[in-house]
């Protein structure tokens, strides 16, 4: 049984910061990509930020400059780091592991954490 766990939601202000991570205990992490995915109320899932097991990022254009996805494999956790939030970034984030890419497209992996909600008012 793998574990995603998911931690760092919360209430923020519009312009805040917020850092999400995720755990993934065992050897797994490490071989395979890891996306941030997140699902507004009403809203389907969708896309915010992977990143490869050779680190190489890709985010959806309307995070680009504000949110950073890192990976450090040492302590098999990944973080989201949020800069200048929005309220339409109000959603409910979850981490996804063994993300992969087929024809161009970044499909979601097997394994998917609870969700951290975040909230961010005007």
């Known amino acids: 049984q793998v574990q995603v766990l998911e931690s760092g939601g919360g209430s923020v202000q519009a312009g805040g910061s917020l850092r999400l991570s995720c755990s993934v205990p065992g050897n797994l992490f490490s071989l395979r990509a890891l996306a941030w995915y997140r699902q507004a109320p009403g809203k389907q899932r969708e896309l915010v930020a992977r990143?490869?097991?050779?680190?190489?990022?890709r985010y959806t254009d309307s995070v680009k400059g504000r949110f950073t996805i890192t990976r450090d494999n040492a302590k098999t956790t990944a973080y989201l780091q949020m800069n200048s939030l929005k309220p339409e970034d109000t959603a409910d984030y979850f981490c996804?592991?063994?993300?992969?890419?087929?024809?161009?497209?970044?499909?979601?992996?097997?394994?998917w954490g609870q969700g951290t909600q975040v909230t961010v008012s005007f």
């Open positions: 996804n592991l063994g993300s992969r890419v087929s024809y161009g497209r970044i499909l979601p992996g097997d394994y």
């Open positions: 990143i490869g097991t050779d680190h190489v990022t």
